[in-house]
């Protein structure tokens, strides 16, 4: 049974100013799901609506953004929660830390640059769930922090005593202390170096292997999905263009948005450039109708500006939306 179901999901903003109502279509008819025990990618470059379906999953939706269509149900241990629905109460209470955390980009927004870490953990654990004894909770915490192979001392630092990569590690840590069904890991390792940031991915694939729930990794770079996701989804304005397992993704891209992602990997020893697309991203408040990705897609033909593509299924887990695929496929 799936973790989470999205179906159909179109999250839009909002907005009126002076009489003039502006809609922008973040999200529009995207359908997924997560499963029990895996890492699945979620790629694309910036105002693809990655941003948006974090807040959508997590359950942080606030006016102007709000789910239009769709539904966002997930099968928690201790029930189901649908998003378009949930109080923040609930949420509050039964969701959020316990059932879904969230790793974001940048450490520092997580770690209170006032507190030492112990105390930031504190905070956490006493809104949650309450801490009836002190001196269990500072040894609960010790063992959680070294199992994830943090030294005990690093709680009694403040966060900028601490390198770029050991606080995305506290930041992991915190995220893993109720052990969720869920981590939401938003561009984790952005701000770090190439080292530093093998050594976090590392971590967030041992915690998952070792307690076997779900990671939504969000990130624009596809090395990343290709050496942690197991499933990967592409979106482009908004829209989910193609996923499949990573094996397949990155060995047969059909979309011609992924052949395009995939084919600007550096690849060790190739010296020749790699072409870039061109053009940019439309403005998802005035989208291109049609395929969202025609006025760049180097394979457009004209139904494309006129024709929303389908989802097909390609068989194993694999589905893409491009009219080419379909004709393919018939
Ligand atoms: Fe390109 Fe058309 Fe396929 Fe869109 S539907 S990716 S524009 S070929």
Redesign the pocket.
């Known amino acids: 049974m799936a973790l989470l179901e999205v179906k159909e999901l179109k999250a839009y903003y909002k907005t009126e100013m002076y009489g003039i109502s502006r809609i922008v279509r973040a999200i529009d008819e995207v359908s997924l799901d997560l499963q029990p025990n895996e890492i699945y990618g979620v790629a694309g470059e910036s105002s693809c609506g990655k941003t948006t379906l974090i807040k959508v999953l997590s359950g942080t939706i606030k006016p102007p953004l709000k789910i239009y269509e769709g539904s966002v149900n997930y099968q928690f241990k201790h029930g189901n929660v649908d998003m378009a629905k949930v109080s923040n109460e609930e949420l509050q209470k039964n969701v959020r830390w316990k059932e879904i955390s969230y790793v974001m980009q940048g450490s520092m927004s997580v770690l209170n640059p006032v507190r030492k870490i112990i105390k930031t953990f504190e905070d956490i654990i006493s809104t949650h769930e309450g801490i009836s004894n002190h001196k269990e909770f500072v040894e609960r915490i010790k063992d959680h922090v070294k199992k994830l192979g943090l030294p005990p001392d690093v709680l009694y630092s403040y966060p900028h005593e601490l390198s770029g990569g050991m606080r995305q590690r506290v930041a992991i840590a915190m995220a893993t202390v109720f052990h969720p069904s869920l981590i939401i890991a938003d561009e984790p390792t952005t701000a770090l170096d190439v080292v530093v940031q093998r050594g976090v991915l590392q971590l967030l694939k041992e915690i998952q292997a070792e307690s076997k729930n779900t990671v939504l990794l969000v990130t624009h770079d596809m090395a990343v999905h290709a050496n942690v996701a197991d499933r990967v989804g592409i979106m482009y304005a908004g829209r989910l263009m193609e996923e499949a397992p990573s094996e397949i993704i990155f060995k047969r891209p059909r ?3 992924t052949r395009h992602l995939i084919s600007s990997l550096p690849v060790i020893g190739d010296k020749s450039g790699k072409s870039s697309l061109e053009g940019t991203p439309p403005n998802l408040a005035n989208p291109p109708e049609g ?1 969202r ?2 006025p760049r ?1 180097p ?3 004209e139904a ?1 500006k006129t024709k929303v ?1 389908a989802m097909r299924d390609l068989g194993g887990g694999h589905r893409a939306a ?3 695929i379909q004709g393919a496929q018939q």
Do not use: G
Request: charged letters at 5%; glycine letters at 0%; proline letters at 13%.
């Open positions: 979309h011609p948005y395929c990705f025609h897609c394979v457009a033909e494309c593509p491009c009219h080419l």
